[in-house]
């Protein structure tokens, strides 16, 4: 763990992860950078004219970036490098090329995006990224503290596996963290079963022998219920989702697994992409 990015709005969720990110990188040795992607306001009224100015905008955006750092480095309990950055942009994009030149192990966000409309259809700035950001996300639940990762539960639904599974970078973070890998599935009276399950059960298996992974198989009729529940019994620290992309009608009638489990659950979640 070298370099984590944060993106913060100012908000009580985002500086919860920084401090959550500010621990992570104390525990297993890195650095992390405070980003702050902002844009124009938009005037409301007749007259259309700019409410500030872009200096003054990249100037309070510092100010409140340097006001986080200092707070940060109050509630940590040792010194590690805290770099900021802001600038005027769209946050999904300026994330994007900010990870394409800095290369970050990891970006750490809270979630935001309350109400029920945004979830349904839009989804938070936060989703957006973990559907699309070609980086490991990491996604702090509001009120979520640090604890060192010692096990780390991978929601499988055993389809395509080996063209959709990150395997190597699911491999380095379990061996980064020195943790203990669960490969879960949830199903219900065998809904979800058909015989290429059965191939690609073995196909996982075979990819991270080298790791040695419990499996698991969990009854329940909700996805959500039953990975949280399994996780409260295992005690997971951390679970692993592979966010597939889904377009808005199919937000609207089908909402995914992994953005439902994101608004339902107290632990961090990791999102990784192939």
Same mark, same amino acid.
């Given at each position: ?51 500030? #100015? ?37 946050? !999904? #994009?300026?994330?994007? #090329?900010?990870?394409? !030149? ?87 009276? #065998? ?84």
């Amino acid at each position: 763990m070298k370099k984590i990015i944060v993106p913060v709005d100012f908000s009580a969720n985002a500086a919860n992860a920084a401090e959550f990110a500010g621990n992570l990188a104390i525990f297993y040795g890195g650095e992390i950078l405070l980003y702050n992607a902002y844009q124009m306001p938009v005037p409301v009224g007749e007259i259309s004219y700019p409410l500030y #100015d872009v200096p003054e905008m990249q100037q309070a955006a510092e100010h409140e970036l340097d006001m986080l750092k200092t707070d940060l480095e109050g509630k940590l309990r040792s010194k590690i490098t805290i770099n900021t950055k802001a600038e005027m942009v769209l946050l !999904s #994009d300026g994330l994007a #090329d900010l990870c394409d !030149s800095e290369k970050p192990d990891l970006v750490v966000i809270g979630l935001s995006g309350k109400n029920a409309l945004t979830k349904l259809i839009v989804g938070s700035n936060t989703i957006y990224i973990a559907h699309h950001l070609k980086y490991p996300v990491l996604v702090i639940p509001p009120k979520a503290s640090f604890t060192p990762v010692r096990q780390i539960g991978f929601a499988c639904d055993y389809k395509q596996i080996e063209e959709s599974l990150p395997v190597q970078l699911l491999k380095k973070v379990i061996t980064d963290f020195n943790a203990q890998l669960y490969v879960v599935n949830v199903d219900f009276k #065998d809904e979800n079963f058909t015989p290429e399950m059965v191939h690609e059960n073995f196909a996982i298996r075979d990819l991270f022998e080298d790791i040695y992974p419990k499996f698991e198989s969990i009854e329940s009729e909700n996805v959500t219920e039953g990975l949280n529940r399994f996780a409260k019994e295992k005690g997971l620290d951390w679970i692993v989702v592979i966010p597939k992309k889904h377009t808005i009608l199919q937000k609207i009638f089908n909402r995914s697994h992994s953005t439902d489990f994101l608004f339902h659950t107290h632990l961090p979640v990791l999102c990784l992409h192939n």
